[in-house]
């Protein structure tokens, strides 16, 4: 028989499926058997295909009623001698058409491995789409209602997920036991696995789509391989299963760096250009260099080509009117010339057809079943990777942008194209996407191998220097398990133009970055738009998950809080960072990252609220992953205070859409380093060789301090009358004679020290000490307590004292710990004054004298000011309308075609609509704010059931950035308040507002709304 693995693949890859080396001696056929290692006993019935998984020790049966791909078979035990999990046990069963099953245990391997070898035994090809492979029923001794799956659609119930691309874990997410199945190879075909249910069972069923899987009469087909294990965490079994495709594609990547893409930027979006991004990369260079930047990365628009269905796709050159006349050499040695590297934006498997540039390059382009070209939703036109003219047109542009033009960095967008098949996106849960309908002109390649073959074509025209940035896998998900081994990082979410950040995708892939590739969430937002709590969100929750990190603002304007956020989150740790509550959240709220690389141990725990509302987020130490204790001391990174010691819980209450990074220890009896501020992870990537010298009374390490950037420790000491004093800091002489310098200063337990460097270096410091007093001092009552009241929140701010906390009580019995000199209330009644308490907490919990101050709520919404009227007025030459109810809506009139009316007076421009609506106005160039009056027309106020929201949202056009929601009304209605305003910034990326009149919760009826003196605002230039 013809050698079925090279006739499937190149020679070099045969590992990479899992090639099993039977051993000399054939075992005696068999209807059952059983093999067994230290961790699983497996039995096989061959007769009906089924097959039992029992854990080890104990003998608890966790799959059941499992069922092979095929019945009517013979078993047999096999001694194995894997290339990467080393000798093994395994049980083939063979089946009459030819058919082959082996179920395989490995001492290394924490899963038990499925892998079917497909037979032709007919005189004609067989061509395989869609083939559903092992199943069984799971077993976790909990009622169904109890049981979440995890899996790229999410944390979903076993019966309500439509299935997961690639792994599925299935838990009980109050013991976190469960089992993780997943495809440890995709050589050739796209796994999924899905959860159905039967009554009160659960099963996993695994299926690979190939699309296309041609067999040859005679020929075998070795598919993927499938695992399933059973962890007591199920949280460590997704990383194992990263860890064993890690092994198996023996991946090796390229190391992690921070940067910046232009594409989202504030100013100079998309490309920017080739004068600006000169002040770009002195601005990028000068300020975040040194504290770990490393790329400029130049997106879409730089290309040439014709703009449809899509970017322009002409990659072989620059546009030559476009925002880089002098080309791309220059622009890359120029980003190199900031010691930056220079990274830039393309589709390496897509163009367009229609295209002059292609008219005499059709061949190029794989076909669809009428033999047209293959287009693809946004991607356009798919590049057939399987003709030699089409690799080598691919290896030309990809070897002139790294090797003529000089970038090191690529991000590769619509990556779904390699494989030809339609996008969809967002992508999450599984979808039937059509995978096959396309024509490669090598019949015999799947859509799966072919992009891997694209994959590999881009490395080896690149270089092994080259960092690869795939994007984006929820465009569609073949791209997901298709890309593994082969690119150093790869987008796992959608693009964020909104100011939140990837953490709803990336949270479910955790355990593949560093394992697999590197995570990317897409940008991190903390432009100045974003409140300060927001942006340190953002930036705070990629830094701790230690994923993929890039900006895109314009730096140069950047407000100097904003750059120290920057500036506190990057480099990446480079550590595995985990969550704790991933199958308990939609998006894991806790996360903890842990350092054991030194004799100090390092723990830093973050908890993050995603609500727009205030949350309580708890959890003990044992739940969270710390070290075992009596009592723990902590520093809260961004509230810059130290937790006083606790037991039990570390609970926190969140204001909406916030943070608290914390540096957690046990509680000692000597002095230790609880956190420096050069990072979130307060010590992790900044201080080497912490040491207590008992015999000298000294705490000394070695800190990497960032040039002129104000750098403290904090230390923290026992509170007791028998404790330690700091004597003084003092550095290497060496360090002394470069101009560092250091101070330290003790309150009570807590201890301060600053160093001060001119230069970047590495500073040895030292702390003396003696024994003495180190009580907690009660802290002064709160001063200048002010409160400022809206209709939907009250704020309440006081000067900060240096307490470790206050205490907020409401006179209804509502009571907030917060770590700042502010309190913000969004739930709270209105129908009496209220009375907020405030007391100033020692790190010992005593309180001091309380605060109060007296608050009346508003009962009555009041609309923000007028705004100025417009430069530009929507009309009907730059509006057009999407939706209105019923009838059509007006320009200059009411919807009842009578003159427009807000609060008894009339108005000539406007548009006059009915819930709901939707219009979509045209951005004139360089408009800097959008402004309009809006409110339920004067004559249907009398009817008691009309009632409206009115929305504004900024559209930038670009497939999968969502409009973002620039400003809302509340529900305005005749018992309340009927009119509001509008005065809206705008960003300079976006093309439309999207004007939106939705219904107040009641339905539609009267719901007549007024757009009065609605349009936008045009600065007047500077010199006029």
């Not at 003709?387 to 779904?416: A, C, N």
């Not at 460097?757 to 002064?780: C, H, N, T, Y």
Request: proline letters at 6%.
């Amino acid at each position: 028989m013809k050698n079925t693995f090279t006739f499937l693949m190149p020679k070099k890859l045969l590992w990479v499926i899992l090639l099993f080396v039977l051993s000399a001696a054939p075992s005696r056929m068999e209807a059952a058997s059983t093999i067994e290692s230290d961790r699983y006993s497996v039995s096989v019935e061959a007769t009906d295909g089924t097959f039992t998984v029992a854990v080890k020790p104990g003998g608890k049966t966790i799959l059941s009623a499992g069922k092979l791909s095929g019945s009517g078979g013979t078993a047999k035990t096999v001694d194995l001698n894997d290339k990467k999990f080393g000798k093994g046990q395994g049980i083939e069963v063979c089946y009459g058409d030819g058919n082959r099953e082996l179920v395989a245990l490995f001492p290394g391997l924490p899963f038990v491995t499925f892998r079917s070898t497909l037979h032709n035994a007919g005189t004609e090809s067989v061509v395989h789409k869609h083939i559903p492979t092992v199943s069984a029923a799971i077993e976790l001794g909990k009622p169904l209602a109890e049981i979440k799956t995890l899996g790229t659609g999410g944390l979903l119930a076993p019966d309500k997920n439509p299935g997961s691309y690639v792994f599925l874990s299935v838990v009980d997410p109050e013991t976190r036991s469960g089992v993780v199945g997943g495809w440890l190879s995709h050589d050739r075909g796209s796994g999924v696995v899905f959860s159905p249910v039967e009554g009160d069972s659960i099963r996993i069923q695994a299926q690979i789509d190939y699309g296309c899987l041609r067999i040859k009469p005679g020929e075998d087909a070795i598919a993927e391989t499938f695992a399933i294990g059973f962890f007591e965490d199920a949280r460590f079994g997704l990383e194992a299963y990263a860890d064993a495709i890690g092994k198996i594609y023996a991946v090796k990547l390229l190391p992690q760096t921070a940067g910046l893409c232009t594409w989202y930027m504030d100013r100079n979006a998309a490309a920017c250009d080739e004068v600006n991004i000169k002040e770009l990369n002195a601005a990028c260079a000068r300020e975040l260099k040194p504290f770990g930047f490393d790329f400029m990365l130049i997106d879409d628009n730089w290309q040439d080509g014709v703009k449809e269905n899509g970017p322009k796709k002409n990659f072989t050159t620059h546009a030559p009117q476009g925002p880089y006349p002098s080309g791309m050499k220059s622009t890359a040695e120029n980003i190199e010339s900031f010691g930056l590297t220079p990274g830039i934006w393309f589709m390496p498997f897509a163009g367009n057809y229609k295209d002059p540039f292609f008219k005499d390059r059709q061949h190029l382009f794989v076909k669809n079943t009428n033999g047209q070209p293959y287009e693809t939703s946004w991607g356009g036109t798919c590049l057939d990777l399987t003709r030699p003219e089409t690799q080598e047109f691919v290896r030309s542009i990809v070897h002139r942008i790294s090797h003529d033009w000089g970038y090191k960095l690529f991000k590769m967008d619509g990556f779904w194209t390699g494989s030809a098949t339609p996008q969809m996106y967002v992508n999450d849960g599984y979808k039937k996407d059509g995978i096959g309908d396309a024509v490669f002109s090598d019949p015999d390649k799947t859509n799966i191998e072919t992009l891997r073959d694209g994959t590999k074509l881009i490395r080896e025209a690149a270089g092994p220097d080259v960092f690869l940035l795939g994007c984006c896998v929820v465009q569609n998900m073949r791209s997901f398990g298709g890309s593994f081994g082969l690119l150093d990082a790869m987008r796992v979410g959608p693009d964020t133009n909104d100011g939140s950040i990837g953490s709803l995708h990336a949270s479910r892939v955790w355990f593949l970055h560093g394992r697999v590739w590197w995570n990317d969430p897409d940008f991190v937002s903390v432009r100045a738009s974003l409140s300060l709590d927001r942006a340190r969100l953002n930036a705070g929750w990629t830094a701790i998950s230690g994923q993929l990190y890039y900006i895109s603002d314009w730096l140069p304007n950047y407000p100097a809080e904003r750059l120290d956020i920057v500036k506190r989150t990057i480099p990446a740790h480079g550590l595995p960072a985990r969550p704790v509550d991933v199958f308990e959240q939609q998006i894991a709220r806790i996360w903890i990252v842990t350092d054991t690389r030194q004799a100090v141990r390092r723990d830093v725990v973050a908890y993050y609220n995603w609500d727009k509302d205030r949350a309580e987020i708890s959890a003990t130490p044992e739940r969270i992953g710390l070290p075992p204790a009596k009592e723990y001391v902590g520093f809260d990174f961004w509230a810059n205070k130290f937790i006083p010691p606790f037991s039990g819980a570390l609970t926190a209450t969140l204001p909406g859409t916030s943070s608290r990074i914390m540096a957690i220890r046990p509680v000692s009896e000597f002095p230790q380093l609880l956190s420096t501020s050069r990072h979130v992870t307060q010590g992790i990537i900044d201080v080497v060789d912490e040491k207590w010298d008992a015999e000298k009374l000294r705490l000394s390490a070695t800190s990497k301090l960032v040039a002129n950037d104000p750098y403290e420790l904090r230390i923290v000491v026992p509170s007791s009358e028998n404790s330690w004093r700091a004597t003084g800091i003092t550095v290497s002489e060496e360090d002394a004679a470069d101009g560092v310098k250091a101070e330290i200063k003790q309150d009570g337990p807590r201890i301060r020290a600053a160093i001060s460097s001119p230069v970047s270096r590495d500073v040895k410091w030292q702390v003396a000490f003696e024994r003495g007093k180190a009580m907690d001092i009660l802290p002064s009552a709160v001063a200048n307590l002010k409160a400022n009241v809206e209709f939907n929140m009250i704020t309440l701010t006081w000067a900060e004292n240096g307490a470790a906390a206050y205490r907020v009580t409401r006179s209804d019995g509502e009571v907030s710990t917060e770590t700042t000199a502010m309190f913000t209330d969004t739930k709270f009644p209105r129908e009496k004054i209220l009375i907020y308490k405030i007391e100033a907490l020692g790190g010992d919990g005593k309180a001091a004298a309380p605060v109060s101050i007296e608050v009346t709520p508003q009962t009555t919404l009041k609309a923000p000011p007028i705004p100025p009227l417009p430069t530009v007025y929507l009309n009907p030459t730059n509006t057009k309308f999407v939706e209105n109810t019923v009838g059509m809506p007006r320009f200059g009139l009411s919807y009842s075609g009578k003159p427009l009316s807000l609060d008894g007076k009339s108005y000539d421009n406007g548009i006059g609509t009915h819930a709901r609506a939707l219009a979509v106005a045209t951005i004139p160039p360089n408009a800097a704010r959008f402004v309009a009056m809006v409110g339920i027309d004067d004559p249907v106020r009398k009817d008691e059931r009309s009632s409206v929201v009115f929305e504004v949202y900024g559209d930038v056009l670009e497939m999968g950035e969502k409009p973002v929601l620039l400003a809302q009304s509340p529900v305005l209605s005749p018992k309340e308040l009927a009119s509001w305003n509008f005065n809206v910034e705008l960003n300079a990326r976006f093309k439309e507002v999207r004007l939106v009149v939705t219904d107040g919760g009641n339905g539609v009826a009267c719901d007549h709304a007024d757009w009065v003196n609605a349009g936008f605002i045009i600065p007047e230039e500077p010199n006029k």
